[in-house]
């Protein structure tokens, strides 16, 4: 039975466990948070509702976390409190260092909109091997301008296939000359007008929200378990790719049961280009 761990059970870490649980694609979810007794409420919450909406995935809460001993996939969510606080600086360091020790060659999702400093953190000081490491955020984003592309092609947002790079919010590049509907070219579908009403609200939908970051992070991490050949805008420790190294990024990436399996390096026109390129120089 795969299991797939969520240290911590606030509104992301939540909503993944939600999703996870709806698909019903997983063995066992269990949120790890120092709230021990509110994680296990919640997932007692989730487990209930699977009488309605027909799962039988299996949810736990804990606040042990040596639990993730043995998991398939750990998710780095938002810890659970009035304002569900993303973990990050020292304290997300330091919780990672203390349950890598826990999880082998497990990969790590990292579920929320500021873990991309975080992912970087793990990379340098941890040494973590950078396929383990996948920031989910970045399909958050594509999925909402999927959503937006589908409502001025007028279409289902399931036929838009596109991807996103560099670093949210104001440093994110969208190659449109490599995004279709329905498997034509977007370009030869919408016109300049309607590409330009995108574009301009695409810059408005960062940071999403909790729903659609844990939406992004269940799908992430069953594409994993699952060696799924769809690819998915995710940050990873970027490696030479663009002619740069040691910075977080997003690229579009296959994964497998190891974490990142390949990178996409799409073709950018020069003005794209240097738009990303000025964004994570920066």
């Given at each position: 039975m795969k299991t797939v761990a969520i240290v911590g059970a606030g509104d992301i870490g939540g909503a993944t466990a939600q999703a996870l649980a709806a698909h019903d694609q997983i063995g066992r979810v269990l949120l790890v948070d120092a709230a021990g007794d509110a994680a296990a409420g919640k997932a007692l919450d989730i487990q209930q509702s699977?009488?309605?909406?027909?799962?039988?995935?299996?949810?736990?809460?804990?606040?042990?976390?040596?639990?993730?001993?043995?998991?398939?996939?750990?998710?780095?969510?938002?810890?659970?409190?009035?304002?569900?606080?993303?973990?990050?600086?020292?304290?997300?360091?330091?919780?990672?260092?203390?349950?890598?020790?826990?999880?082998?060659?497990?990969?790590?999702?990292?579920?929320?909109?500021?873990?991309?400093?975080?992912?970087?953190?793990?990379?340098?000081?941890?040494?973590?091997?950078?396929?383990?490491?996948?920031?989910?955020?970045?399909?958050?984003?594509?999925?909402?301008?999927?959503?937006?592309?589908?409502?001025?092609?007028?279409?289902?947002?399931?036929?838009?296939?596109?991807?996103?790079?560099?670093?949210?919010?104001?440093?994110?590049?969208?190659?449109?000359?490599?995004?279709?509907?329905?498997?034509?070219?977007?370009?030869?579908?919408?016109?300049?007008?309607?590409?330009?009403?995108?574009?301009a609200r695409a810059g408005h939908l960062w940071p999403p929200g909790p729903n659609t970051l844990g939406g992004a992070a269940a799908a992430v991490t069953e594409a994993i378990l699952s060696a799924s050949r769809r690819s998915f805008s995710v940050f990873t420790w970027l490696d030479g790719e663009f002619g740069v190294r040691h910075v977080v990024g997003a690229l579009p990436a296959q994964l497998s049961a190891d974490g990142i399996a390949d990178l996409w390096v799409p073709e950018l026109g020069p003005r794209e280009q240097v738009r990303l390129q000025t964004a994570l120089n920066a």
């Open positions: 699977g009488a309605v909406d027909g799962f039988h995935t299996s949810l736990q809460g804990t606040a042990d976390e040596s639990r993730v001993t043995g998991c398939s996939v750990c998710v780095i969510a938002d810890r659970m409190g009035s304002k569900s606080e993303e973990w990050r600086g020292d304290d997300g360091l330091a919780m990672l260092g203390r349950i890598a020790r826990y999880l082998g060659n497990t990969p790590i999702v990292f579920a929320g909109v500021s873990h991309v400093e975080l992912l970087g953190k793990t990379a340098l000081e941890l040494s973590l091997r950078r396929g383990r490491l996948i920031g989910a955020s970045p399909e958050a984003l594509v999925s909402s301008i999927r959503a937006i592309v589908a409502l001025e092609a007028r279409c289902s947002p399931r036929e838009v296939a596109l991807a996103v790079l560099g670093k949210p919010p104001d440093g994110f590049v969208v190659p449109w000359s490599e995004a279709s509907i329905g498997g034509y070219a977007l370009q030869r579908v919408v016109s300049q007008a309607q590409l330009a009403r995108i574009e």
